[in-house]
């Protein structure tokens, strides 16, 4: 791809000896009734080529790439090889919301309804590469990108993933962001009819993971209200009821990703910690996870919050001290003395 950009430099700087190459090229691919995949690098080099150097041309080239790219990677029936996807980046950065509406969207969700299969490792980077706003559709797609989220073929999931990780740094929206995730959870909970429930632990990892990547979002606007809602309705009952070591953690770390949104805390926060650290059935490995949320939930301005707590921390820290062969006990032991470090740092008289 770099050489063929090279070449399409060169040729510019050429104009003055061939000055209608340029226009021969465009003039060539404008003129191809079915434009072969192989087509997109040259569009690509095209448009890298002359985005500052002539517009009339760009846009030119820039219809036919959209096009071309619509056609042959999100609407063709045979799923397009990677290196095909690779060139496709200059086509498109060039996209604006217009051409996205008309051209792209329309082919993209008729094809993650008939053959998700086939295109969804190319969403990831459609997504990626768009520098507008996507609040508007959103919630459609992802609704679209759900079924192969927990479709159990692993490759169609890592994908589906990739995409929901894009597709929120995408959204500008709060109440977008806190709809797709109330969309998600009623997925997890088997209360949502338009997709099946789930049934083995990978596909209810996979919709957790999902609802972390929204935390991650650019939105200035999602109320801590709205995050503490979430974790009320949501995040504190699911994860006590959850008996699964390994999901209980992977619960914890998605919720760990939201808290880190709060700047202010609650009673009711407080109280979930200090239960499930203190849970008969807590191991040194949830306990764990229980303490890395806490640090980073709570931060200088509410870590005295965490002062009534301090014999549920004690008991966490004298575990690791009696079992320090064990390094999960360890481990355990030593968030637990950062947190107590924390709360002393910002309230003196803590535990004298």
């Known amino acids: 791809?770099?050489?063929?950009?090279?070449?399409?430099?060169y040729s510019w700087y050429s104009s003055p000896k061939v000055p209608t190459l340029v226009e021969s090229w465009v003039n060539l691919l404008n003129s191809i009734s079915e434009p072969d995949i192989a087509h997109l690098g040259l569009i690509s080099a095209l448009l890298y080529c002359l985005k500052t150097k002539d517009t009339t041309l760009y846009e030119q080239i820039k219809t036919i790439g959209?096009?071309?790219?619509?056609?042959?990677?999100?609407?063709?029936?045979?799923?397009p090889y990677e290196t095909a996807l690779r060139p496709c980046n200059e086509i498109l950065s060039s996209m604006d919301l217009e051409s996205f509406k008309t051209k792209v969207y329309p082919v993209l969700n008729r094809s993650l309804l008939r053959n998700p299969e086939v295109i969804i490792e190319a969403v990831p980077s459609l997504l990626s590469s768009l520098s507008f706003d996507l609040s508007y559709t959103a919630n459609e797609l992802s609704k679209q990108l759900a079924p192969?989220?927990?479709?159990?073929?692993?490759?169609?999931e890592a994908s589906a993933l990739a995409s929901f990780r894009t597709l929120a740094k995408q959204i500008s929206n709060g109440e977008t962001i806190i709809s797709i995730v109330q969309y998600l959870f009623n997925i997890f909970n088997g209360t949502e009819s338009s997709v099946n429930k789930l049934s083995v632990i990978s596909q209810r990892e996979n919709v957790l993971s999902a609802i972390g990547a929204f935390s991650r979002s650019p939105s200035t606007s999602i109320?801590?209200?709205?995050i503490l809602k979430i974790l009320d309705k949501y995040f504190y009952p699911m994860i006590q009821q959850e008996v699964h070591e390994g999901l209980?953690?992977?619960?914890?770390?998605?919720?760990?990703?939201?808290?880190?949104?709060?700047?202010n805390t609650?009673?009711?926060l407080t109280d979930f910690f200090k239960k499930g650290l203190e849970q008969k059935n807590s191991t040194a490995i949830t306990r764990a996870a229980y303490l890395q949320?806490?640090?980073?939930t709570y931060k200088e301005n509410n870590l005295t919050d965490l002062i009534?707590?301090?014999?549920t921390l004690m008991a966490s820290y004298e575990r690791g001290v009696n079992q320090s062969t064990l390094i999960n006990c360890l481990h355990e032991a030593l968030l637990a003395a950062l947190i107590m470090i924390n709360i002393a740092q910002m309230n003196s008289s803590y535990g004298k």
Request: charged share 20%; net charge positive.
């Open 1 to 9: 791809m770099e050489s063929l950009k090279n070449f399409v430099r």
């Open 293 to 296: 949320c806490i640090l980073v």
């Open 248 to 263: 209980i953690c992977h619960m914890l770390q998605q919720m760990t990703s939201w808290c880190s949104r709060l700047t």
């Open 66 to 79: 959209i096009d071309s790219y619509a056609k042959l990677i999100l609407g063709t029936r045979t799923k």
């Open 308 to 311: 009534p707590m301090h014999t």
């Open 223 to 226: 109320s801590q209200d709205d």
């Open 148 to 156: 192969p989220l927990i479709s159990k073929t692993e490759s169609l």
């Open 266 to 268: 609650n009673q009711t």
